[in-house]
């Protein structure tokens, strides 16, 4: 189920995106034991149950996810893909930091970054890819 997004959405803080990135890489819904383990050891963050539930329900009034009951554990499906959170992210920036400028981004990143021969040939044939 993909959503799209409004431009009058919030902002996801810090820590929600934190919670997010941890209910994406995931793939599936996630239990709420599941997401305080996974932000324990991947992440470095030890947020007592009670935090992450209050973040999911931050969340899901942001439209970004759903709690739900089975039994005794409450799950969180993501209602937005990652993907497209994402490209929203690199689109703010784009037109916060470049005005909006595609070729100015492109210049940042390969000034921030020594590239490979591999990777810019990717990049060549993306490029190449557009023009048809």
């Given at each position: 189920m993909e959503a799209v997004f409004q431009e009058e959405e919030?902002?996801?803080?810090a820590?929600?995106?934190l919670v997010m990135k941890a209910i994406w890489?995931?793939?599936?819904?996630?239990?709420i034991p599941e997401l305080a383990e996974v932000l324990r050891t991947k992440y470095n963050k030890d947020y007592k149950r009670t935090?992450?539930?209050?973040?999911v329900l931050n969340l899901?009034?942001?439209g970004?996810?759903?709690?739900?009951?089975?039994?005794?554990?409450?799950?969180?499906?993501?209602?937005?893909?990652e993907e497209e959170y994402k490209q929203k992210l690199l689109k703010e920036q784009m037109d916060f930091w470049y005005q909006g400028d595609a070729v100015?981004?492109?210049a940042?990143?390969?000034e921030a970054k020594k590239m490979s021969q591999t990777e810019l040939q990717k990049i060549r044939g993306i490029l190449d890819d557009l023009d048809d």
């Open positions: 919030r902002s996801l803080s820590c929600e995106s890489d995931k793939g599936e819904d996630i239990s935090t992450i539930v209050t973040f899901s009034a942001k970004f996810a759903r709690q739900y009951r089975v039994g005794r554990y409450a799950y969180v499906h993501a209602l937005k893909s100015k981004v492109v940042a990143l390969c």
